[in-house]
Structures are given as C-alpha cells and as structure tokens.
T-cell receptor
C-alpha cells in the first residue's frame, strides 16, 4: 500500500524560472489536492481535482500557477516566472470519494533564489 | 474568509500528562474536522477525524467537536516525548480544508 508520492522532494531555482512538480496519489483515490505551506503556518489550499476535473481553485492563487490532472491519475503543478515569495513547501494530498480524509505526500520544498 | 484559529503555543507538558489542544473555526458550513501531527520538516500526518458533535476516542487520543460553539479539541493522554510535534487543526469539506497555524507541543521527559 503505497502512499502519496511527490517529485522532486527539493527544488532550488532562480527567480524568473519556471518549475513543475509532480504528485502521484494513492492508487484508488480519485480526489487530489494541492496546498502550500510556509514556515510557522498551516497548509494553505491551492486547488482540488475530482478525477481529471479541476473543481476548486483558491482565489488567492496567482495566474502564474497552473495545475493539471490529465488522466485523473497523477497531477502536475507549474509555477511560471517564480518569485522569492513562492518559496514554500508544496504539499499534495489525496482522498477517496465518500471519505473526506486527506492523506498528504512528503511535499516538495521550493527555494527561489 | 474561512478561518481556523489555534493557540500557537508552545505548549509544554511532562511525560505521562494529558496534553489539551484547542481550535475554533469560523465557517459554520464546515462538515469535517481533522487533527494532523507534523514533525519538523515533514508533511502532516493524520491523527483523528471527527464529523459529529461529541467525543471520538482512538487509543491515547480523544477528539471533541462542538458545532454550536464552533470548537474542536484534541486530548492526548499519557503524553510521550515522541508526541512532541506541531498539531494542526483543519476543518472543511471534501473540496478543501482550512488549516490553523498549528500548536507546537513539547513533552518533557
């Protein structure tokens, strides 16, 4: 029984570069979520997919952020033209329809220099 | 603006004592509530879920929900040094969760 996996685990980039993160949910889970967490804060919701459909997106999410889940399995989160304020831990979670419990992956730590 | 408020702590308890963690939420539409534990540098790990008013017990952990007061709590009995972590309260629905900023707990040997 494998959990949620995320790649890469760490990413260091220069300001202005684009970055892409990948999340593989628990195999039977059809719901997938992205969160962002900065030091001393709880995770902040970014977006939610049910199967391949993106059903929720935070109003706080900049247009530089885009997420996809093309076949309802893995998901990617892309950040274009990164800024230093994007430095954070990006967390992916998944759940099963009918069960609200979300299980988190290990996260991708992004550092923007 | 949906908010979940927690005392940031830090909270220190001696080994073997009961640790009490509290949380309030603003969104009356929230249906599901969770407690997650997060060790430094790691991702959140689910401890408890609670959906209806009252108490729910799982081993050394008891979660309590009072929807009228918009209040969620977590009791940790017989606290162990390995329980030292940040505890995150979250509430919401299947579409998204709103997290508090966490309470840092230290269990002293």
């Amino acid at each position: 029984d494998t959990g949620v996996s995320q790649n890469p685990r760490h990413k260091i980039t220069k300001r202005g570069q684009n970055v892409t993160f990948r999340c593989d949910p628990i195999s039977e889970h059809n719901r997938l979520y992205w969160y962002r967490q900065t030091l001393g804060q709880g995770p902040e919701f970014l977006t939610y997919f049910q199967n391949e459909a993106q059903l929720e997106k935070s109003r706080l999410l900049s247009d530089r952020f885009s997420a996809e889940r093309p076949k309802g399995s893995f998901s990617t989160l892309e950040i274009q033209r990164t800024e230093q304020g994007d430095s954070a831990m990006y967390l992916c979670a998944s759940s099963l329809s009918g069960v609200d419990t979300q299980y988190f992956g290990p996260g991708t730590r992004l550092t923007v220099l | 603006q949906k908010e979940v408020e927690q005392n940031s702590g830090p909270l220190s308890v001696p080994e073997g004592a009961i640790a009490s963690l509290n949380c309030t939420y603003s969104d009356r539409g929230s249906q599901s509530f969770f407690w997650y534990r997060q060790y430094s540098g790691k991702s959140p790990e689910l401890i408890m879920s609670i959906y209806s008013n009252g108490d729910k017990e799982d081993g050394r952990f008891t979660a309590q929900l009072n929807k009228a007061s918009q209040y969620v709590s977590l009791l940790i009995r017989d606290s162990q040094p390995s329980d030292s972590a940040t505890y995150l309260c979250a509430g919401g629905s299947a579409r998204q969760l709103t997290f508090g900023s966490g309470t840092q707990l230290t269990v002293l040997p």
